[in-house]
């Protein structure tokens, strides 16, 4: 079992709609949890941080945590085109470590 | 507000030659690492330097080598390039438990 799953896509939706990305891990020393966004030939950005279990909320973007699922999710409400990009959930061990542990990453597509 | 820079952006070699990826960061981040990302197999870790001075493995460290030179930059040198090696390369600063700030990118490919 890898330690990061994340649904590769495409996904596709229409403008306006509420998006859900996920992704589950198995390794419970996980303590933080990221979300990349990375658009077409471009470096990957970080979007939301999150060092607990619960919701943390930006604009139109909420980053869930249930550690005790192993499982995170990225919600983006009244999506838009220009959030058409790859998306890439990460995953840290905490003090004293300085690897990330990336999924593959999901491709979304608003349509407008 | 450069962040990471790398240089080059594209680069095509030829089976055998030898070539460096330049990483320059101006965040006084004391790690930086280098990755590559292929289609289906996701961002996967090369080499990583904690700290100025010291170097580790990561994942997928053949092939490659790296020089913290100071603080601000790390190189990746590909000694005897493979068409394996063909990918793009992305170098990544960070502080201890925060998020990375990625670059941009190399595009390399080796025929």
């Known amino acids: 079992q890898k330690e990061v799953e994340q649904d590769p896509g495409p996904l596709s939706v229409p403008e306006g709609a509420i998006v859900s990305l996920n992704c589950t891990y198995s390794?419970?020393?996980?303590?933080?949890f990221m979300w990349y966004r990375q658009y077409s030939r471009k470096g990957p950005e970080l979007l939301m941080y999150?060092?607990?279990?619960g919701n943390k909320e930006d604009g139109r973007f909420t980053a869930q945590v249930d550690k005790s699922s192993k499982y995170i999710s990225l919600f983006i409400r009244d999506s838009q085109p220009s959030d058409s990009a790859t998306y890439l959930c990460a995953m840290g061990r905490g003090a004293g470590s300085y690897q990330l542990t990336f999924g593959k990453g999901t491709k979304l597509s608003v349509i407008p | 507000n450069a962040g990471v820079t790398q240089t080059p952006k594209f680069q095509v070699l030829k089976t055998g030659q030898s070539m460096t990826l330049q990483c320059a960061q101006d965040?006084?981040?004391?790690?930086m690492y280098w990755y590559r990302q292929d289609p289906g197999m996701g961002l996967r870790l090369i080499y990583y330097s904690a700290s100025e001075g010291t170097t580790d493995k990561g994942e997928v460290p053949n092939g490659y080598n790296v020089s913290r030179l100071n603080k601000r930059e790390f190189s990746l040198r590909l000694e005897s390039a493979a068409p394996s090696q063909t990918s793009v390369y992305f170098c990544?600063?960070?502080?201890?438990?925060?998020?990375?700030?990625f670059g941009s990118g190399t595009r390399l490919t080796v025929v």
């Open positions: 990544a600063s960070s502080e201890l438990g925060s998020g990375y700030t």
């Open positions: 390794n419970s020393a996980f303590q933080y």
């Open positions: 999150t060092y607990s279990s």
């Open positions: 965040m006084n981040h004391n790690s």
